[in-house]
């Protein structure tokens, strides 16, 4: 078995709406069938027990070792504590070729997931030895490493369960939530409005006490100090017992609390000096520990923190204690769990020694062993949820806390008795203001209910009924894609919004682009969803992105399929007929919003019967509204975009919208077939986004095929008296709508300048010049500047042989060079002559034949 080609889909792709990892899988003769390898499930399910029944999940009988592979990778996450559910094995026309797809919840542990469940698969299979409990580790502690912690995830899963998508911008916990103009972000427990100064005030422990003092809030006394010498004067200054600890500490690092002599103070200062070279030192004050959440200007959640401590039995010293503790499942290592393991440093046995302790000796029972003066759960504390019992005045405290220092998500860390009481009748003080607090003892405390601080987070951020969504129009299909992108977009812009575009030529921002070459893919598109400039985006979906990482979004609100023929790259990815093809387009479809709308056209019956896949309404277009789809949607009292004579007609039960074709001369008032086809689709999704309908007739007046507009689609230029028509159409559809569109135009003699891609099939290829040898007098054949794997000549040989039946065209050159081609072309042409040339280079091409028309 070799596994091969391995890619990470990162958003909705051809097998499922789920994240997922998909490899190639070449089995031998012999295994693609387990039944012919004797004892080979035995040997595996004693390696890996819990694999799970072995069957086909795709239409195959035979459990081939692709499948067994499949089933492990998943299996193997499921194992270890990854929410995987979905995986399938498809064979390919190839003999022993098999497509495998396993969902992962993250790509790391996916990608280690395969590794792992191939060496399981050979280990089986050669019957040599395979590690279980190492491989589960090593899944769990790299998904422990790489997934969000709990405070972040609390606030991703409250986003999610808002239908607001989100995107990790970095490995740590850097969240971007929303698309666009609508975006905001977080780091960790922190929001995008939160200013640098607020952070920085809340770093500098003294001059807080010195804003929450003006503000009348309680706070200890003290002040920074210059050595220990000092520490200890205004230790004896403030009275004693006092705290010591760095000025700009967090997590209770470098902290020691009732520090009541020389000796003690000394060691404090040693311990806060590991952190920072500022101390401070201030009154102790007496009482329970509190932590104090505010989001925004309300308190969210309290919790009273204890200490890391142990209770004696009478029979184990206070290290076995501790290591009992530390078996609670919910305690781990770092911050993905609700707790932490209690530490047994220098700081654990300091703190015995004040309370007659060693590490070895055994506590009486019922005996409190207190392991550190601290309570941060960062270092063994424990949690007990006291929200419910927070006093008005406790409450407002916090809040005025948190405004005044200007942070919108506050840990607020009070000392008093009780929160049940205003703080000044009991001497309390807020020692504290934390900037991105940890929520882990809000969200999963030790004791009391856990606290919904991810969704107030996300309330603070986003209104009710605000889901940080902008409208995404996605389109696709085989010809007429970058048209359709540009006119939509351009028909959005006329309405006043901000719009993102990719397509074939680039990345345009608001009519700018910011990137170039084939943007058509997922990458790309996020860029866009990423730019705070965008408040609606339109993306040229293309099918190699799809195959190769997914949509880059979840959903979309319109979904457009212009059409789907025999020559887009059949052959290619295993995609290897027309009805895979629809599959894959059809991906789009699957994945509209439930109150989005997918754009299909009705001529096409592979693409009519897509509305069966679509969660959100349709709207079909056709030319011919007595299509039966067109007619029967029509009498349902559904959208429909047809043609009516020399109208453009929107049609909804008994709202209809009429535009002129005049009025839209993309289509030569209607005489080129394909566009009309373009601006119909265009038409149907700008409606599906809520265009008004004096932007949408204005766009459509203001958009014309010229090269700013449509670089490459149906550019028209005046040479000489004779008509030149620039396309970039590539494949056999295109080719025939073209000479559809032309042979409507009056010429004397019909010439055309031609190439080939390379990554077509022969028949494609050929079947180009097959069309055009039927139209065209005049056939200037060229090699393109990349052949796309092919031989040198063998494309330009293939179009030959294409016009070997030739009804209309009597010669035939052929140039090496698109551009000398151009010329060639050019050279011949004479007043009332027409001339198709199929651009290869867009841009160096057009730029060539407009300099050869200025010079006349």
Not at 56 to 74: C, P, Q, R, W
Not at 610 to 636: E, R
């Amino acid at each position: 078995m070799e596994v091969s080609r391995i890619r990470a889909l990162r958003g909705p792709n051809l097998w499922s709406h789920h994240t997922a990892v998909e490899a190639i899988v070449n089995c031998t003769q012999t295994e693609c069938s387990i039944a012919d390898l004797p004892d080979f499930e035995v040997r595996l399910r004693a390696r890996f027990p819990e694999i799970g029944p072995l069957q086909s999940t795709g239409n195959d009988d035979a459990i081939s070792m692709a499948h067994v592979f499949e089933l492990a990778t998943l299996g193997l996450q499921a194992q270890a504590g990854c929410p995987v559910t979905f995986s399938r094995t498809t064979q390919t026309l190839e003999a022993g070729i098999f497509q495998v797809v396993a969902e992962y919840s993250e790509e790391a542990v996916g990608r280690l997931a395969l590794e792992l469940a191939e060496a399981l698969c050979l280990a089986a299979l050669q019957d040599t030895p395979f590690d279980l409990t190492d491989a589960l580790a090593q899944l769990r502690n790299l998904d422990e490493d790489v997934r969000l912690g709990p405070s972040t995830g609390a606030i991703v899963q409250a986003a999610v369960a808002r239908n607001i998508p989100y995107r990790r911008l970095t490995n740590g916990s850097l969240v971007l939530f929303g698309w666009g103009s609508r975006q905001r972000k977080i780091q960790a427990a922190e929001m995008d409005g939160t200013s640098a100064i607020a952070e920085a005030i809340a770093q500098d422990k003294e001059l807080t006490k010195k804003l929450l003092d003006a503000a009348g809030v309680p706070v200890p006394l003290g002040r920074t100090v210059l050595d220990m010498d000092d520490a200890w004067a205004v230790a004896c200054e403030i009275g004693l017992p006092v705290v010591v600890k760095p000025k700009d500490g967090n997590q209770g690092k470098g902290v020691t609390v009732n520090v009541t002599t020389r000796e003690q103070l000394n060691a404090g200062y040693l311990a806060a000096l590991e952190f920072r070279d500022d101390i401070l030192v201030e009154r102790y004050l007496p009482g329970n520990d509190f932590r104090l959440l505010v989001v925004g200007n309300k308190l969210i959640a309290a919790a009273r923190r204890d200490p890391p401590q142990v209770v004696g039995d009478g029979t184990h010293s206070v290290r076995e204690l501790v290591e009992q503790v530390n078996k609670d499942p919910r305690r781990g290592t770092g911050h993905a769990t609700s707790l932490t393991k209690i530490r047994f440093d220098d700081i654990a046995l300091a703190s015995l020694a004040k309370q007659g302790y060693v590490a070895d000796s055994v506590p009486p029972k019922g005996k409190r062993v207190i392991l550190r003066n601290n309570a941060n759960l960062s270092t063994g504390g424990a949690a007990t949820d006291v929200t419910e019992d927070v006093h008005p005045e406790v409450a407002a405290s916090a809040v005025a806390a948190a405004q005044m220092i200007g942070l919108d998500i506050c840990g607020v860390d009070l000392v008093c008795d009780s929160v049940l009481k205003p703080i000044e009748e009991q001497n309390g003080g807020i020692v504290e203001v934390n900037a991105a607090p940890g929520l882990r003892m809000h969200l999963s405390p030790s004791f009391g209910k856990g606290r919904p601080v991810g969704e107030a987070i996300i309330s603070a951020m986003f209104a009710d009924g605000d889901d940080g969504r902008i409208p995404i129009v996605a389109v696709t299909g085989t010809n007429g894609k970058t048209t359709t992108v540009r006119l939509i977009a351009h028909l959005l812009t006329a309405s006043g919004l901000r719009t993102g575009m990719t397509n074939t030529d680039g990345v345009y921002i608001e009519g700018r682009r910011i990137d170039s070459g084939d943007c058509s893919g997922p990458r790309s598109a996020r860029n866009v969803l990423l730019h705070p400039d965008v408040d609606a985006a339109v993306f040229e979906t293309a099918r190699g992105g799809v195959l190769r990482e997914g949509l880059a979004f979840d959903r979309c609100q319109v979904a457009v399929i212009t059409n789907i023929g025999s020559g887009d790259h059949l052959g290619l990815n295993y995609i290897t007929t027309v009805e895979d093809l629809a599959v894959l387009k059809r991906v789009i479809i699957q994945n509209v919003a439930d109150d989005g709308v997918a754009v299909l056209n009705a001529a096409d019956p592979i693409i009519a019967g897509m509305a069966n896949n679509c969660t959100g309404t349709v709207t079909f277009f056709a030319a011919d509204v007595q299509h039966p789809v067109m007619a029967k949607h029509l009498a349902q009292g559904r959208r429909v975009v047809y043609v009516d004579g020399d109208t453009l007609v929107a049609a909804e039960g008994k709202t209809i919208h009429k535009i002129a074709l005049s009025e839209i001369p993309i289509t030569r008032n209607g005489t080129i077939g394909f566009q009309l086809e373009n601006v119909m689709a265009s038409v149907a999704a700008a409606w599906g986004v809520g265009i008004d309908w004096d932007a949408i007739r204005q766009g459509l007046k203001s958009f014309a095929s010229e090269s700013d507009n449509a670089p490459g689609r149906f550019n028209l230029f005046n040479y000489r008296g004779a008509t030149l028509i620039a396309d970039y159409g590539h494949n056999p559809d295109a080719i025939l709508a073209l000479v559809q569109a032309v042979e409507s135009m009056p010429a004397k003699r019909r010439s055309v300048v031609i190439s080939g891609a390379g990554d077509r099939r022969d028949q494609d290829i050929r079947q180009q010049t097959e069309i055009l040898g039927n139209a065209f007098d005049e056939v200037v054949l060229y090699q393109d500047q990349c052949q796309r794997g092919r031989a040198d000549g063998e494309v330009v040989a293939l179009l030959r042989t294409g016009l070997a039946n030739a009804t209309r065209t009597k010669v035939v050159k052929e140039i090496n060079g698109e551009f000398l081609a151009i010329d060639t072309a050019l050279a011949n042409l004479s007043e009332g002559d027409l001339c198709l040339i199929l651009i290869d280079q867009v841009e160096e091409a057009l730029a060539h034949i407009a300099k050869r028309i200025a010079e006349g």
